[in-house]
């Protein structure tokens, strides 16, 4: 099943009309000043309902198609899952969520814990979204994309949103990106509000999807290389995420996953944030010198961190 639009790009009044429909379920989260030799500003993202931007996208399209479905099912890596199961619940619609063999145990926890049954195949996005296909099928449920949706993209620009209102001063924003949903969302935002302002995509240093896509000249699948960033390993750009960040993002920069362990850990000591890895690699790449431009607002996009990572990092002897 899709919903009217489904394929269409979104617009700046999608955007604001997605701001109306998310209030009770996304918060409108703070902007914080950190790292003042920097010069950087941090969107926290983190402090979502579900610990992750995803609720926005996933509040907008449950709350579209709420009272018209028997239940939704969604594919994702366990941010998306998380943030389907959580508005779901709220607004009493049965839930079905796929995650990869490997997801984070966090995020597993969190979906189940939200009430949604959990199903796990594979490791890559195609094989669960290739599940999730199939249980829409066979239960006759509503699929949820995890980000090449007109109304996700648009829920998730309601971030962009209030980046230009909270940061009138800044020069620039860093996005993470994996499929794109929330950079094309942000990006949609910014450039109609703040034109002038650089729109950045920072991406796997393993996975630079849209940067690969852009020296193409058109959309390309990458052959699956692993990176610390679990919610970014996208192989490829959304069709509909590509037609909105091909006219308005500026700069796809790549960032190692030394540099993403390294902002996790300085975000976690020295600003007191639990910050995941996918969500970090924004901040990495402004202190990497990647994005020249200040005040530079880095969108830290999710805190679901492992644990056992933050272990791990806090033993390491730097630490």
Known sequence: MTHPGAAE???IADVHAAAERIAGLARRTPVVP?????????????????????????????????????????????NHGQAVAYVADRLGIPAVVVVPETVNPVKARAIAGFGAEL????????????????????????????????????????CGLEIAEQCPDARAVV????????????????KALRPGVKVVGAEPLSLPRFAASRAA????????????????????????????????????????????????LRLCLEAHLI?????????????????????AVAVVSGGNLDP????????????
């Open 308 to 319: 056992a990572l933050l272990a791990t990092l806090l033993a390491r002897p730097d630490a």
């Open 34 to 78: 950190w790292d003042a030799d920097s010069g950087m500003l941090l969107k926290l993202e983190s402090l979502q309902p579900t610990g992750a931007f995803k609720v926005r996208g996933a509040a907008n399209h449950l709350r579209v198609i709420a009272g018209t479905v028997l239940g939704v099912v969604t594919a994702s890596s366990g």
């Open 119 to 158: 199903l796990r195949c594979g490791t890559t996005m195609d094989d669960r979204y290739a599940m999730a296909q199939q249980v829409a099928l066979d239960r006759g449920l509503h699929l949820i994309p995890s980000y090449d949706d007109a109304l996700v993209i648009a829920g998730q620009g309601t």
């Open 275 to 295: 910050v995941e890895p996918s969500g970090a690699i924004s901040v990495a790449a402004i202190l990497s010198g990647l994005v020249k431009e200040r005040p």
């Open 217 to 264: 000249g058109d959309r390309v699948t990458l052959p699956f290389r692993d990176t610390v960033c679990d919610g970014l390993k996208a192989q490829r750009p959304g069709e509909l995420t590509w037609a909105v960040t091909s006219r308005t993002v500026d700069e796809f920069v790549a960032v190692s996953d030394d540099l993403v362990l390294d902002a996790v």
């Open 175 to 190: 996005v993470p990106a994996s499929g794109g949903g929330l950079i094309s969302g942000v990006s949609l935002a910014i």
């Open 9 to 11: 790009i979104p617009t």
